[in-house]
């Protein structure tokens, strides 16, 4: 089945892609139609089968919406969890309520134990401290006592890596539901799940991955079993939670969900101060540094508290359980959730430690980045609070939760990269906490979005700062530029070399939603982005939907654009090769050498001072050419050209992509590039007391391969040029590094 913007991508790529011999060419009497192509050109995407079969199903469509018949699996979990905190034990039981509204019958169920990746008989591809898994005391499902089996045949269950199968009595019919009881405890490792739960100091415990969780079935993949093997992360379906925690007193829990037994727990003076801080714009200290010697909790006889929290549509739950943390609260704008023209607001908290002085300003950030996403997303946050909890000993990064985040103590850090982690992990309550996607496969539709949208976060937080984009591009481009990337349509676990992971889930992507931002246009891309994001919400996208969204809503066929950017590893490599005058103008021959097609926009300086701006189109490069020309009428002296002049695309050799006639005065050793690059950050080197190009005596180039140059500026004095930076715009002042990332380790182009 076809769309008609399929069926025409079909009819022009295939043309153009038919490699045909000169012999078959002449045996087929097309000699003289058919040329040989200088390029690898982009196919149509292909569907993967089971995607397919969900559209014959009508459960997804080709407009890249959900099906009429779309379907998803549900649960309502009921959990008691009663936590040793001397031990360091966790003993619970969980009762699954699972509804079946797939149409197919289930002889088998699948639960993740996520916390058996600590077992020692597990693969895995991070390490992980042995503490032995779950142990079961019971398993039941429909109401029987289940045996352990080796082999699965009949009524039983057995563990299968960081998964727990199931064989019901009888197979769960469609529409039906059934319920599962799980008895079970284990050893809370302090480093859990890849530094995602855990505990520190004896002071400090998160609860997360931390219960027997249903895996998805659903209506591509079936059941998603894929292991847990400490790197790719999530897929859930959304849920219903009853959750009571069984914890000493003096210890504060919060979590995913409401509190539904807030005066059983808390005194007084702190459900006071939280009513305070709900309609405060300003930040209510609701356990301040006097609360933690007084006392923040009740008392009880036994000298336990139960905390019972509720959540719906959610699609995991976590929790934080200290006795030595402030909690900071303030309201947050989220826009017009309910659709009657007036604000809802949600509350923005910081959980934190008080020797992390940083975190003192992390519910103000908070607070920025819930409003921001919300009117970014075109998603308005529909929970009651989102969470940023300070586990340092656990992590150093930040871990996402729905409501709920576990981040580092970023003592070390500036204030920019702890409100960048801030933005970044409350941001994945769009994606994937409310899209849905499969993080496990495709760790790239979670965290490139995020990304994107944390970039935006920030830049709208600190005006006038990059919004992201050039971080992302130099993350991409320093490992596309080695060679050894892999696919984004790779699954996720499944990568060649070290470090990939953070190009291939993170900057890559994030990379092309910045692309694309600037290929269709901010009206367009946002319609589409909000779009899909909104149209996916409390569901379950795959790559097929998000592409066909975006075909659909911009009326184009972008698979050349998928093709290229996920499913290969092309990268964009224009250039400028030659600018000769003539008669009839000035000739500009842009050469594009990557195999990614991209248009070639270029800005092109006359001598008047005038700018003129040209485009080459992408089907330039779709019809397999490696080169074109762009004329500037006799009369108009051209004295600089540059390719993608606002670093929206990214070009892994930027250097190629500008000419100017002011090069051509520089000592002819160095080579264009070299004097491109000199005269395009002529600027810059004078405010760093470099003498003006004209007094530059002479220079070569060190090692060309891995462009290392050493350039003498003036007599005397030495400068070494190690890799030009190809983000000039973005290179730090004070340290001389191309990238100054705001939450990832700079990249290694440098300046000195
Ligand atoms: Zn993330």
């Keep these: 089945m076809t769309s008609p913007i399929r069926s025409m991508s079909v009819a022009i790529l295939t043309v153009l892609f038919l490699?045909?011999?000169?012999?078959?060419?002449?045996?087929?009497?097309?000699?003289?139609?058919?040329?040989?192509?200088?390029?690898?050109?982009a196919n149509p995407v292909v569907l993967s089968p089971g995607f397919r079969r969900a559209i014959m199903r009508g459960t997804r469509t080709e407009r890249g919406e959900p099906g009429p018949d779309y379907w998803q699996q549900s649960a309502h979990y009921t959990i008691s969890a009663r936590l040793d905190v001397v031990e360091k034990r966790l003993e619970g039981t969980t009762r699954i309520l699972y509804r079946n509204a797939s149409p197919d019958s289930l002889p088998r169920l699948v639960v993740q134990l996520i916390q058996s990746f600590h077992r020692d008989d597990v693969p895995r591809i991070r390490s992980a401290e042995i503490t032995g898994g779950y142990t079961f005391t019971r398993v039941a499902a429909a109401g029987q006592t289940l045996e352990e089996a080796r082999m699965l045949r009949g009524p039983g269950y057995a563990t299968s890596q960081t998964n727990l199968l199931i064989n019901p009595p009888g197979p769960?019919?469609?529409?039906?539901?059934?319920?599962?009881?799980?008895?079970?405890?284990?050893?809370?490792?302090?480093?859990?799940?890849?530094g995602r739960m855990g505990w520190n100091s004896d002071d400090f415990f998160f609860l997360a991955y931390w219960y027997p969780q249903m895996a998805v079935y659903d209506d591509v993949v079936r059941w998603q079993a894929d292991p847990f093997l400490g790197q790719a992360e999530f897929y859930s379906d959304f849920a219903q939670y009853d959750v009571t925690l069984d914890v000493p007193q003096g210890w504060l829990v919060?979590?995913?969900?409401?509190?539904?037994?807030?005066?059983?727990?808390?005194?007084?003076?702190?459900?006071?101060?939280?009513?305070?801080?709900?309609?405060?714009d300003t930040v209510v200290h609701v356990v301040a540094e006097a609360d933690l010697e007084a006392g923040f909790t009740r008392a009880s006889a036994d000298g336990r508290l139960r905390w019972h929290f509720t959540a719906d549509s959610v699609r995991d739950a976590a929790y934080s359980i200290t006795r030595a943390s402030l909690w900071d609260v303030v309201r947050t704008n989220v826009g017009d959730r309910d659709g009657d023209t007036q604000p809802e607001y949600s509350r923005a908290e910081a959980i934190f430690r008080p020797a992390h002085e940083r975190w003192r300003q992390t519910a103000r950030?908070?607070?920025?980045?819930?409003?921001?996403?919300?009117?970014?997303?075109?998603?308005?946050?529909?929970?009651?609070h989102a969470?940023?909890?300070?586990?340092?000993?656990?992590?150093?990064?930040?871990?996402?939760?729905?409501?709920?985040?576990?981040?580092?103590?970023?003592?070390?850090?500036?204030?920019?990269?702890?409100?960048?982690?801030?933005?970044?992990?409350?941001?994945?309550n769009w994606v994937p906490m409310i899209v849905s996607t499969d993080e496990r496969r495709r760790a790239w539709m979670d965290e490139g979005t995020t990304d994107f949208n944390d970039g935006n976060a920030f830049a709208d937080f600190y005006p006038g700062s990059d919004d992201g984009m050039?971080?992302?591009?130099?993350?991409?481009?320093?490992?596309?530029?080695?060679?050894?990337?892999?696919?984004?349509?790779?699954?996720?676990?499944?990568?060649?070399?070290?470090?990939?992971?953070?190009?291939?889930?993170?900057?890559?992507?994030?990379?092309?939603?910045?692309?694309?931002?600037?290929?269709?246009?901010?009206?367009?891309?946002?319609?589409?982005y909000r779009g899909y994001l909104s149209t996916w919400a409390f569901k379950h996208p795959k790559p097929w939907d998000f592409f066909n969204y975006f075909n659909t809503s911009t009326g184009q066929d972008l698979d050349w654009f998928w093709q290229t950017w996920y499913y290969e590893t092309w990268v964009l490599d224009q250039s400028i090769a030659s600018v000769t005058g003539g008669p009839n103008g000035t000739e500009i021959v842009v050469r594009d050498i990557g195999d990614a097609p991209m248009p070639a926009r270029l800005t092109i300086t006359l001598a008047s001072g005038d700018t003129l701006d040209r485009e080459i189109p992408v089907t330039t490069w779709l019809g397999g050419t490696r080169e074109a020309t762009v004329t500037v009428p006799a009369g108009q002296e051209v004295v600089q050209v540059e390719i993608d002049a606002r670093n929206g695309f990214p070009d892994v050799m930027r250097k190629n992509n500008f000419w100017a006639v002011a090069a051509n005065a520089l000592p002819a050793e160095l080579p264009l590039a070299v004097r491109n690059e000199l005269v395009r950050n002529r600027g810059a080197l004078l405010e760093e007391g470099y003498r003006a190009e004209g007094e530059l005596l002479s220079g070569e180039v060190a090692d060309d391969a891995t462009d290392q140059r050493t350039i003498s500026l003036e007599?005397?004095?030495?400068?070494?040029?190690?890799?030009?930076?190809?983000?000039?715009?973005?290179?730090?002042?004070?340290?001389?590094?191309?990238?100054?990332?705001?939450?990832?380790?700079?990249?290694?182009?440098?300046?000195?």
């Excluded at 490699?19 to 200088?38: D, M």
């Excluded at 469609?174 to 302090?190: A, R």
């Excluded at 586990?391 to 103590?409: A, K, N, R, S, V």
Aim: hydrophobic share 35%.
């Design 470 to 528: 050039q971080d992302e591009f130099a993350g991409y481009t320093g490992l596309a530029r080695t060679g050894h990337e892999g696919a984004l349509m790779r699954y996720s676990d499944f990568l060649d070399t070290p470090g990939h992971y953070g190009v291939h889930a993170y900057t890559k992507p994030g990379s092309l939603l910045y692309t694309l931002r600037n290929l269709l246009g901010e009206e367009a891309f946002y319609r589409a």
């Design 172 to 194: 769960v019919a469609p529409g039906d539901s059934i319920v599962l009881e799980l008895d079970w405890s284990y050893q809370i490792p302090q480093v859990g799940a890849g």
């Design 19 to 41: 490699p045909i011999s000169a012999t078959q060419a002449t045996a087929q009497g097309t000699a003289g139609t058919v040329r040989k192509l200088e390029r690898p050109v």
């Design 715 to 752: 007599a005397g004095a030495q400068y070494a040029i190690l890799a030009v930076c190809d983000q000039p715009r973005i290179r730090d002042r004070t340290t001389h590094q191309c990238s100054s990332s705001r939450h990832r380790p700079p990249v290694s182009t440098i300046w000195t």
């Design 387 to 428: 969470t940023a909890v300070e586990g340092d000993g656990i992590i150093g990064g930040g871990m996402e939760y729905p409501m709920m985040t576990l981040i580092g103590g970023y003592d070390q850090a500036s204030d920019r990269a702890m409100y960048s982690v801030t933005a970044h992990e409350l941001a994945h």
């Design 254 to 280: 919060q979590g995913t969900g409401e509190l539904m037994n807030e005066s059983e727990v808390l005194p007084d003076h702190i459900i006071q101060r939280l009513r305070q801080a709900e309609a405060s």
């Design 365 to 384: 950030y908070a607070q920025h980045s819930i409003a921001f996403h919300s009117r970014h997303t075109g998603v308005p946050y529909p929970y009651s």
